[in-house]
């Protein structure tokens, strides 16, 4: 964080000082909720959760070196004290985000903002120093915390924001106003919280509505819901997509023989050529949407093709791919699932498993309301199309109904199987997996589904192993 006294930082967030011997005293390091993360020069911030109260390492913390505590109650160690933490933390977010000469560039949209958001991160490091949300943190708590990792050599600050709601993106975007708003696309995930896409989409738009008028939109053309977000906004829109009205667009869009997407890649400023490390064709519109930011940012065509050609996967169980000694392939994208991805993972599955044997473990898709069933249903079916060897559908009722779509899709869906939990996964797979096969594992983050990918890595490099 850049540096700021502990007496500035309890009038920022409208704190007493207790136990604090000096005031003067900067905090120079990180601001953390971690205890196991508290060093010298941090500020420790004290959540009260259900199970666990962070105003009981406040001793700890400081012994660590922490300058102080931001919680709710004086703990015998120098401390702000304020009546709400999340809010206090809010607050001192926007006052360094204020302070900070830093371009702030924000993103949203139902899927793909991670893989997205590290894509962008990438790409403007080779202009200038980045700070970035690091994996998925991107709510009221998660969102601040990474605005205020920024120093004063920061320039540019990408951030992911999510919304379980109406209302929560505008929040986001008053502690840390963009200057560049990125809206991927308008899906079902979370649609059985929301009621609707229309809701979705009111939600998403709430990030161009908090533009400034020197501002810009960077807007999916391929999507009709994001595309119509260009009316509720006052900055300047730029249109991303496979769309020959996009601004930043695509040609020649294929797969290598490895499942790694390649394209043309075009701007207002020239065309340069991409062929991407990262696996699966619903990349592409990752990419574009990366290059329409770094592009509205000064960088080139050629910039950011090479960036982009070169970037990587930076968040853990995303389309991992791991080929084991013996020549099984492990496609680890357990992290999290929603319908469009699950068969955007699907889609890769078949690409990197063309002419091989491929296995598609597959679990819940979560918060689908009332569209669980069809949902899963239409997975199922999806994978019988794509010609995948054989569907292990995990878990209870959604995992049946993933099963039950690829049998009634036709005489292929005998090759799928329904089996209980991870255990019964990785002992099915462990017994008849072969050298070349390919296996894609996938769900929503509650299942748990990373334990089968890590046992039959496991499994390949020392043995049998179980799922943990």
């Not at 560049?180 to 929301?194: D, K, R, T």
């Not at 509205?296 to 065509?301: D, K």
């Amino acid at each position: 964080m850049i540096a700021l006294s502990l007496a500035e930082i309890a009038e920022v967030v409208g704190g007493q000082t207790h136990d604090i011997p000096d005031p003067t005293v900067q905090v120079t390091g990180p601001v953390v909720r971690d205890s196991r993360e508290a060093g010298p020069g941090s500020l420790f911030v004290a959540f009260a959760g259900e199970r666990v109260d962070g105003h009981d390492f406040a001793a700890a913390v400081v012994e660590a070196g922490a300058v102080a505590v931001l919680g709710t109650r004086p703990v015998g160690v120098p401390a702000i004290v304020v009546d709400d933490v999340q809010a206090a933390l809010g607050a001192l977010a926007r006052h360094v985000v204020r302070r900070l000469g830093a371009t702030l560039v924000a993103l949203t949209g139902s899927a793909g903002k991670t893989s997205t958001k590290d894509l962008i991160a990438q790409v403007l490091q080779r202009k200038a120093p980045t700070v970035f949300t690091p994996g998925s943190l991107n709510n009221e708590i998660g969102l601040p915390l990474t605005a205020l990792s920024a120093t004063e050599e920061t320039r540019f600050l990408v951030l992911e924001m999510g919304a379980r709601g109406i209302g929560h993106i505008s929040y986001l975007a008053g502690l840390t106003p963009p200057k560049v708003g990125l809206v991927l696309n308008v899906g079902s995930a979370h649609i059985g919280e929301f009621g609707g896409r229309e809701q979705i989409a009111q939600a998403k738009g709430e990030l161009v509505e908090s533009l400034p008028e020197d501002g810009t939109a960077v807007l999916n053309a391929d999507d009709p819901y994001v595309r119509a977000m260009a009316s509720r906004t006052k900055a300047k829109v730029v249109l991303f997509g496979e769309s020959d009205e996009a601004d930043v667009r695509a040609e020649n869009v294929r797969l290598t023989d490895t499942g790694q997407p390649a394209f043309r890649l075009h701007t207002p400023s020239g065309a340069s050529d991409v062929t991407m490390r990262l696996y699966g064709e619903h990349h592409v519109s990752n990419a574009l949407a990366a290059a329409a930011v770094a592009h509205e940012l000064g960088m080139s065509a050629d910039e950011i093709a090479v960036a982009l050609s070169e970037a990587g996967s930076l968040s853990r169980w995303r389309m991992e791919v791991t080929e084991r000694p013996d020549g099984v392939t492990v496609v680890n994208d357990a992290y999290n699932a929603n319908p469009e991805s699950m068969r955007a993972a699907l889609r890769a599955l078949a690409a990197i498993g063309k002419g091989r044997r491929t296995w598609a473990v597959l679990g819940k898709m979560a918060e689908l309301g009332d569209e669980a069933l069809a949902e899963h249903d239409a997975v199922g079916r999806l994978a019988v199309r794509l010609n995948v060897s054989k569907l292990v559908a995990v878990g209870g009722r959604e995992a049946a109904w993933l099963q039950l779509g690829a049998y009634n899709e036709g005489s292929w869906g005998e090759e799928s199987v329904h089996v209980s939990d991870a255990q019964a996964a990785v002992d099915l797979l462990r017994s008849e997996l072969r050298p070349g096969d390919v296996v894609l594992v996938k769900a929503s983050r509650s299942v748990g589904l990373e334990s089968v990918a890590q046992a039959l890595l496991e499994s390949g490099a020392e043995g049998e192993v179980s799922a943990r």
